[in-house]
């Protein structure tokens, strides 16, 4: 089925990566056309389709495609779309603007229901509960419409945001992130990840929450407790917490994905090793406990970016993309494989 995918806009190029990476762990590897930015279309399953926006830090939704065109005006629908929008009774309308597109998302909502309306007998406008969300993407260049298959709640992440949850560090990633290093980072939905430079846990707990085997580690002890308060708050059941060193870590070799924010010195101290040095020794130990298949995800600050490639030679780059925070700190998130 081709379904089409709404991706975030704060970073569309990462989006479409871990949209790309996922619908290949959930099935067979697929082709993703991304026919704008923001809008990624690829044939799969509703189920898969579902899935894939759970678990996907930046998809916001995906929808069976019905139709498309380079405007509302122009939208062309695909044979027999009546009679997929006639199998539910009721249904709404949801319009997307993407990037300076200019339109007014009111009479669009308006234009599409008339239409359906005017080609599905026997349905109806729910505005409050329908059976199905008709959704409209608008942007400069394209347009497309079909039925919702699913919305990513609004408040998603809302409970577990760094600065919400019960320990903090200033050194935190944000969920969203974590979740998508862990995307990844993961080669089946049986991985099992490891964070080796585990903090609050912000990475253990998505991968706990994704259904995860999860393993942080962490070389304070407070904040090895404190993580631990973290996970047992939010995934208490697939991940647990080492305290332990990341140049040495304590493990065979068990795991097949590594998602990981290492410290840099800014807030999270490097205990008075030079970055280059504890890469090297990271990464030393990391590959002991690795199978020959793993994959990493790693962010790091960018101007860091030739020593991560110099120290962890070991592993091959396959790609990278970078997320402005602020004016001194762009964050390289790079996927690696063992070469
Ligand atoms: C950038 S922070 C990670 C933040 C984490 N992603 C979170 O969401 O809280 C890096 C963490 O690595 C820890 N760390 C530093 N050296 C380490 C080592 N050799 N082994 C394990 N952890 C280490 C620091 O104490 C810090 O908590």
Redesign the pocket.
């Known amino acids: 089925m081709k379904t089409f995918f709404l991706l975030s806009g704060e970073n569309p190029a990462l989006s479409a990566a871990e949209l790309t990476h996922l619908l290949s762990v959930f099935g067979q590897a697929r082709s993703v056309t991304l026919v704008d930015e923001r809008i990624a279309v690829s044939d799969v399953e509703a189920s898969e389709a579902r899935e894939v926006v759970y678990r996907a830090a930046y998809a916001k939704l995906a929808a069976l495609l019905l139709g498309k065109g380079v405007s509302v005006d122009d939208l062309v629908f695909e044979p027999g779309w009546e009679e997929t929008v006639q199998r539910f009774g009721s249904f709404d309308v949801l319009v997307y603007e993407l990037g300076g597109a200019d339109v007014d998302s009111v009479s669009v909502e308006k234009r599409i229901a008339a239409q359906v309306l005017e080609k599905v007998k026997g349905v109806r406008v729910d505005l409050s509960n329908p059976d199905v969300s008709f959704v409209v993407l608008v942007s400069e260049k394209v347009c497309v419409a079909g039925l919702a298959l699913a919305l990513k709640p609004k408040k998603f992440f809302a409970d577990r945001k760094?600065g919400l949850r019960p320990f903090k560090?200033p050194?935190?990633?944000q969920p969203k992130l974590?979740r998508c290093l862990v995307n990844l980072a993961v080669n089946t939905k049986d991985s099992r990840v490891l964070?080796?430079?585990?903090?609050?846990?912000?990475?253990v707990i998505e991968a706990g929450l994704m259904g995860h085997e999860a393993f942080g580690?962490?070389?304070?002890t407070w904040?090895a407790n404190g993580m631990r308060l973290n996970t047992c708050s939010y995934a208490p059941s697939k991940t647990h917490v080492i305290q332990?060193?990341?140049?040495r870590l304590p493990f065979t070799k068990a795991f097949d994905s590594v998602a990981t924010?290492?410290?840099y010195g800014r807030s999270?101290?490097?205990?008075g090793m030079p970055f280059k040095k504890?890469l090297k020794q990271?990464c030393t130990s990391v590959v002991s406990v690795l199978d020959e298949k793993a994959r990493m995800a790693i962010t790091v600050p960018k101007q860091l970016f030739p020593d991560l490639l110099e120290e962890c030679g070991v592993f091959k780059l396959v790609e990278h993309y970078d997320l402005y925070v602020h004016k001194s700190l762009t964050r390289r998130v790079s996927v690696m494989v063992l070469d």
Do not use: N, R
């Not at 332990?244 to 140049?247: E, L, P, S």
């Not at 999270?268 to 205990?271: E, F, P, R």
């Open positions: 760094a560090i050194s935190a990633l974590a964070d080796p430079f585990a903090g609050s846990g912000a990475v580690v962490e070389v304070k904040v332990g060193d990341a140049k924010d290492p410290p999270a101290t490097l205990g504890l990271f």
